[in-house]
């Protein structure tokens, strides 16, 4: 178990190398940068000295391995150009923050009652319980959640005041984002529950354990779930790493300090430091959770096997 | 068991970040807060920084003091009390009042004095540095020919600023930015200075306390402001966010007092309510077309002529903004003015007349294509107009250019649609035909004329002549607000008309709601009053 962790951190670390040398070169291919961006047009000399200033002047791989040099020398991602003084790895490590908080209790939610959705959906399959979990299921999937968000919104700040419209700061603002990033994850989970509950219910240890007597509850616990739950474990993984980096969407409409908008405007700034930083923050995050995912099937499933070990 | 509590361990660690420590809320309720927001947050407050936006310099406009401000159109002493120009040694000298920092020092000249010097310094990579080209010497320390202590202007003393011009400059005090920087506060700061709520030192009527990047800007009065008996708000608060139903929603439950919206059936709930006030104001901001004049066919100037008249604005404004904007014949909106009187009521806009001479295009443009040695049948040229949007809006402008072209002229159009840094980087580099954007002019009504000279070329028409260099080059120096008005009509002439470097299509117009009991709102769009003013009836 260890030596398969270990190497699997290992093979982590290179996959982050080939999407970093990746994505550096291919930003760069993009036409403009960030002086570009900037509507002014600047005296030659006031150019040379800010291409100079974030070396910009230098070819593409002598950046590149300066960039590298800053991360083995100093544990630095550089600075935003855009933003001149924001260091990105400070931006990530604020900001992911408040869209994780989101985010996390997001999905969580999602996770927890789309588990317990998809349950009864199947087991009711047909009935009304079902056909109401399938609706709910097919309006999260198919709803954008801007809507959703504006629906809310006007509901619970302009008809029914008990909760903020935007900001930042107490647990009140974080209901209404939360509720609506939680729903798109609420239905794919019910779904895919719902399905995979259909397969095991069919099965013969089922019938078995039937037939031993088992009461209801405890086949649901201890065959049931056990056995369907693992589908939903695999998009959870990528589920987790996205909402760590935030939802330009939500964000934006509630005014939260997340990481969803430098995503978006580092490309359109063509602010290379934070374009680069922000997607090895997520591409870390995301094979951390498949990491995470990996092993939990090894827990729920114990005839799933990671390594060969004897 | 041991597995029971390894899957809780793991489940525990991807949801780590949320433990985190809540942020302390937002201040209780006062009658004397103004709740505002901005689009987007400012990218620094520093007011020399490249990156100095329109929301860095709303929030000085009350976070820090100018020398000048710009109230009803007319300019006024603020951090000075005094000032007086030579006209034989063309210089200002001005003489500070007695302000503070927020923390309790006072504004010295040598403040003034170290903001300017940052401006010209080519370090700096100030975007509107060519503004301060007026000054002595300003060219040559930003070209790196001289050093940064040789600037034409001087703090004699603690309270007289002098700067010396090196030509007669009549928008002098609207175009170069005066604010006063801290020397000793901005290099202990270095890179960060003003991008947090401590890294910046306030001097206005009020001070940055609480900044909270993307979500919103927390300012309270300044004790410590030479006027502070004047000020009557007690905070101000900026959030930020550009979702329409956010603020529709913020406006009725009382999150915001102030909105801008171009939707219909907001405006027509707002008009309905008593407690609102709706004003529309015209902005400088034009939208255009630029010609590639170094295109084969743009080169041409009656096929451009042909396709800027092609261009139906009436119906522009009507479909793509609800006549929310109004429809251009020339380079300047009503917004400008030169001491009081607007442009436009002395100037005719330019196409109008010119269309009136032209009933049918088409017939232009055939004559162009003719000239060019083309085939003159429109039907077989292609024309592709570029855009650095691609929003709804921009696909519906496109559209209707598209209908106006194939209308009027028969010819048939490409639209073209990038994000805007792949776009403005062809631009710059002449790889495109005709471009649609639209720019916004500046308080100093030469600003967009500025665009077109040789030696700036910052419009990226790649036709540039010297008898348009020399109209508007005698223009801004003149002093006579009669023969400016003249000299820039004529210089508008030669853009839209006879040179027809640029199509005009639309002035864009701000609608604006505002709650009645705020008082004191300065709708001008050139204003730099801040919300000094600004109080809450109760």
Redesign the interface.
């Given at each position: 178990m260890k030596k398969y962790v270990l190497k699997r951190i290992l093979y982590m670390l290179f996959v982050l190398l080939v999407v970093t040398t990746i994505t550096y070169f291919l930003m760069h291919c993009?036409?403009?940068d960030p002086l570009?961006?900037?509507?002014?047009?600047?005296?030659e000399?006031?150019?040379a000295?800010?291409y100079a200033?974030y070396g910009l002047d230098k070819p593409v791989w002598e950046q590149f391995l300066l960039f590298l040099k800053g991360i083995f020398t100093e544990g630095t991602l550089g600075?935003s150009i855009?933003?001149?003084?924001?260091q990105v790895l400070d931006v990530l490590k604020?900001?992911?923050?408040s869209s994780?908080?989101i985010g996390?209790?997001a999905v969580?939610i999602g996770f927890l009652l789309g588990i317990m959705l998809g349950v009864v959906s199947a087991l009711k399959r047909n009935k009304l319980p079902d056909k109401l979990i399938s609706l709910i299921a097919i309006l999260g999937v198919s709803i954008p959640v801007?809507v959703v968000?504006?629906v809310l919104?006007?509901v619970f700040?302009?008809k029914i005041?008990i909760l903020?419209?935007?900001?930042?700061?107490?647990?009140k603002h974080m209901v209404l984002p939360i509720l609506c990033m939680s729903l798109s994850p609420l239905a794919t989970y019910t779904r895919y529950m719902r399905s995979s509950v259909l397969d095991v219910v069919n099965q013969d240890y089922i019938t078995m354990a039937e037939a031993k007597g088992m009461s209801f509850g405890m086949i649901v616990r201890r065959h049931i779930l056990r056995n369907s739950i693992l589908p939903s474990l695999t998009i959870l993984g990528p589920n987790?790493a996205d909402v760590?980096c935030g939802s330009f969407i939500i964000?934006?409409?509630?005014?939260?300090?997340?990481l969803g908008?430098y995503y978006i405007t580092a490309v359109?700034?063509?602010d290379f430091p934070m374009i680069i930083g922000s997607t090895m923050f997520y591409t870390g995050i995301y094979i951390l959770?498949l990491l995470?995912v990996d092993?939990?099937y090894v827990?729920?499933d114990p005839r799933i096997r990671l390594s060969e070990t004897k | 068991m041991k597995k029971k509590f390894l899957a809780a361990a793991l489940c525990a660690a991807m949801a780590l970040s949320t433990v985190t420590g809540a942020v302390p809320a937002m201040a209780e309720e006062s009658a004397q807060v103004l709740k505002t927001y901005r689009t987007n947050e400012p990218a620094t407050l520093d007011r020399v920084a490249p990156t100095i936006d329109e929301s860095g310099k709303y929030i000085l406009h009350d976070a820090s003091e100018p020398m000048v401000r710009i109230e009803e159109g007319k300019t006024v002493e603020a951090g000075c009390e005094s000032y007086e120009y030579d006209e034989a040694t063309m210089t200002y000298t001005f003489h500070l009042r007695d302000n503070k920092w927020e923390d309790g020092e006072p504004v010295t000249a040598a403040d003034y004095l170290y903001s300017l010097q940052r401006m010209v310094d080519p370090n700096t990579a100030y975007g509107y540095v060519s503004d301060l080209y007026c000054i002595e010497n300003a060219e040559a320390i930003n070209a790196g020919e001289m050093e940064v202590s040789e600037l034409g202007a001087t703090a004699p003393d603690d309270k007289t600023l002098v700067v010396k011009l090196n030509d007669v400059t009549p928008a002098f005090l609207q175009v170069v930015p005066l604010y006063p920087q801290r020397q000793a506060f901005v290099e202990e700061c270095g890179d960060a200075y003003g991008i947090d709520a401590d890294k910046f030192l306030s001097c206005g009527p009020f001070r940055v306390t609480e900044w909270e990047h993307n979500s919103y800007i927390k300012m309270v009065k300044n004790e410590n402001y030479w006027d502070a008996a004047n000020v009557k708000l007690e905070e101000i608060n900026v959030a930020f966010t550009n979702d329409s139903n956010t603020l529709y929603s913020s406006m009725l439950n009382g999150t915001l007092d102030y909105m801008e919206t171009s939707s219909p059936e907001y405006i027509e709930q707002f008009e309905s309510m008593d407690d609102m006030v709706v004003q529309d104001h015209v902005t400088p901001t034009l939208g255009f077309m630029v010609f590639n004049c170094e295109d084969p066919v743009m080169s041409n100037v009656k096929v451009r002529q042909a396709i800027s008249l092609a261009i139906n604005r009436e119906l522009f404004v009507e479909v793509i903004y609800n006549n929310l904007s109004y429809p251009a014949y020339g380079l300047l909106s009503s917004a400008n003015s030169l001491n009081g009187v607007s442009f436009r009521d002395k100037v005719e806009e330019p196409l109008k007349a010119f269309a009136e001479e032209h009933p049918d295009p088409k017939e232009l443009l055939v004559e162009g294509l003719t000239e060019l040695g083309m085939d003159p049948d429109p039907s077989k040229l292609e024309i592709t107009v570029s855009s650095g949007s691609t929003t709804a809006s921009s696909n519906n402008a496109m559209a209707v250019f598209q209908q106006c072209l194939q209308e009027t002229l028969g010819v048939t159009m490409v639209p073209d649609q990038t994000e805007w840094a792949s776009f403005w980087n062809d631009c710059k580099a002449g790889d495109f035909q005709i471009g649609y954007l639209a720019w916004s002019g500046e308080v100093d009504i030469s600003f967009l004329f500025n665009l077109f000279l040789s030696d700036s070329a910052q419009m990226p028409c790649f036709y540039y002549t010297p008898e348009f260099d020399e109209i508007v080059n005698k223009a801004n120096k003149s002093t006579d607000d009669e023969e400016r008005f003249s000299l820039y009509g004529e210089a508008e002439k030669l853009v839209i008309v006879d040179q027809c470097q640029l199509a005009p299509v639309y002035y864009s117009v701000n609608r604006s709601v505002l709650r009645s009991k705020v008082k004191g709102w300065d709708y001008n769009v050139f204003s730099t009053a801040g919300r000094k003013g600004v109080y809450i009836e109760e």
């Open positions: 993009i036409p403009g570009t961006a900037l509507v002014q047009k600047l005296p000399q006031t150019k000295n800010y200033k600075e855009r933003y001149p003084g924001r604020k900001y992911s923050v994780g908080q996390v209790t969580a801007f968000a504006s919104q006007f700040t302009v005041p903020p419209t935007m900001g930042w700061g107490s647990p987790v760590f964000e934006s409409i509630f005014s939260i300090p997340g908008g359109t700034d063509r959770a995470i092993i939990l827990v729920i | -």
